[in-house]
């Protein structure tokens, strides 16, 4: 299977090594990490996930700003070992709480003895974190996340500089509250990703939503779970067997093309009432992941018109307009644009009263780069741009510029509609009461405007 596991930070450092095999040379590390940094691809694109340099194959995926990389000289399922890899970095996250380079230095020991359970001769052996909690007897040392900045899926729950009460991506499955105590209590998070492609005049091409419902429980004793979705929800054709996943068709409000559930999901009562019935393993999994490709209405709408302005210049205009509610604020906000490869200069022009927006023309790719820390609902903002060319352009400038892309992330945002209409924990006392939270969080996957 694999040859070596090691994690680098950001800058290259070795925090975590395991060589399984003995097959791959020792400065593997380096190799990977000078290979990653200087890759050369079109446009200056990053290095792939998968590439092979000397006959080593090298894997890597990116989690929380670190790069969890595996090696091996034989011809292995690339997509096999790209979700090992996303699996070792949520069970560390499991155990640690807080998934970053403080964190695994200070529990190196703890980590080790994950990976030793985890793969066996370059084999894994199981990635499920109640398993392993019968195999694994070193306790974490919590780290402070308060004092951390915001990194990975911690980062949207922010708002401002509030956090979501308790909440459960900085704390470990393993480690009691200060005193001995156990808080009591469940966390369900609704993340979807939008991919979505307008056309030049505004009206959308194409439009999806793939979404995920995760769970995390932090509830002694494996209490039974129920939870409750809309009541008119559809899946697949003519109304709603969960074994019927044709393209959808009929009246629901909610209408999902598609899903699949957690093997711990129960599905007795699910056709009649869209209620899961489970009993929620330890640390963090997708309890349902469904798609959509029905029409819902898109978070932002995204114009762009680029004009000549003479032989050698040209002018845009971004206009992004947020279409949800003004209680709802959009954090992280990135639009760019591909600039003609003969542009030379780009001078900007922020609409009178903007704030906290920076702008930048990356000129190794040509590339326009527009952030805004966050957009109200309702708002709209706008961008200018003046080019420079090095040369007169002959062609149509819209065939040499562009698309515009998008990503944001939206807390307390739902694209789908889907909802949770309630969450009930079987009691185990007439005094159990434990605490529970639902959050919505809407993020771009692909969000693209053409010219």
């Known amino acids: 299977m694999i040859s070596q596991f090691f994690v680098l930070s ?57 790069l969890f990389v ?14 090992l890899l996303q699996r070792i970095a949520r069970v560390i996250k499991d ?54 900045p915001p990194l990975g899926p911690a980062a949207m729950f922010m708002q401002g500089t509030k956090r979501m009460p308790g909440t459960a991506v900085t704390k470990s499955v393993v480690a009691n509250e200060p005193g001995g105590r156990k808080r009591e209590e469940i966390f369900v998070d609704i993340i979807e990703k939008l991919s979505v492609t307008f056309s030049s005049s505004g009206y959308i091409l194409t439009s999806e939503i793939d979404g995920t419902i995760q769970m995390k429980s932090y509830l002694t004793g494996n209490p039974e779970i129920r939870l409750a979705l809309n009541e008119d929800l559809t899946i697949g054709r003519g109304g709603g067997s969960i074994y019927d996943y044709a393209s959808s068709a009929g009246g629901g409000i909610v209408i999902l093309d598609d899903c699949n559930f957690h093997e711990s999901v129960h599905l007795d009562s699910f056709d009649l009432d869209r209620t899961l019935t489970l009993v929620p393993p330890d640390g ?51 639009i760019a644009m591909p600039l003609p490869a003969y542009t030379t200069r780009v001078s900007f022009e922020l609409e009178p009263g903007a704030v906290e927006n ?46 515009v892309s998008m990503t944001f992330t939206i807390p307390m945002y739902n694209a789908s509609r889907l909802q949770v209409r309630y969450l009930q924990v079987a009691k185990m006392s007439k005094t159990y009461n434990p605490y529970r939270w639902v959050r919505y969080v809407t993020q771009a996957n692909s969000y693209v405007a053409r010219l």
């Open 284 to 334: 963090e999994f997708p309890v349902m992941n469904y798609r959509t490709t029905q029409e819902f209405k898109p978070p932002f709408r995204v114009n762009a018109f680029i004009e000549e302005a003479g032989a050698f210049k040209a002018e845009i205009t971004l206009k992004v307009r947020a279409d949800f509610a003004s209680s709802v604020t959009a954090n992280t906000i990135l």
């Open 70 to 83: 595996a090696t091996t000289r034989v011809n292995v399922s690339p997509s096999l070992v790209l979700e």
């Open 95 to 148: 155990y640690l709480g807080v998934l970053n380079e403080d964190s695994l230095r200070k529990n190196f020991v703890l980590v080790y003895e994950l990976l030793d359970e985890v793969l066996d001769f370059g084999y894994p052996q199981t990635t499920s974190t109640e398993v392993l909690k019968s195999c694994v007897f070193n306790e974490p040392i919590v780290v402070d996340a308060g004092r951390l």
């Open 358 to 403: 920076t702008t930048d023309f990356k000129d190794t790719n040509k590339r326009l780069e527009w952030g805004l820390k966050k957009i109200v609902g309702g708002s709209e903002h706008t961008l200018r741009a003046k080019l420079t060319f090095s040369q007169e352009f002959h062609a149509n400038i819209t065939r040499e510029a562009g698309p």
């Open 10 to 66: 950001q800058r290259g450092d070795n925090i975590v090594f395991r060589d399984y095999r003995g097959e791959v040379q020792k400065g593997s590390a380096e190799i990977f990490f000078r290979k990653v940094k200087f890759w050369k691809g079109d446009e200056g694109e990053e290095a792939p996930p998968v590439f092979n340099v000397d006959g080593v194959n090298y894997f890597h995926v990116k989690v929380a700003g670190l």
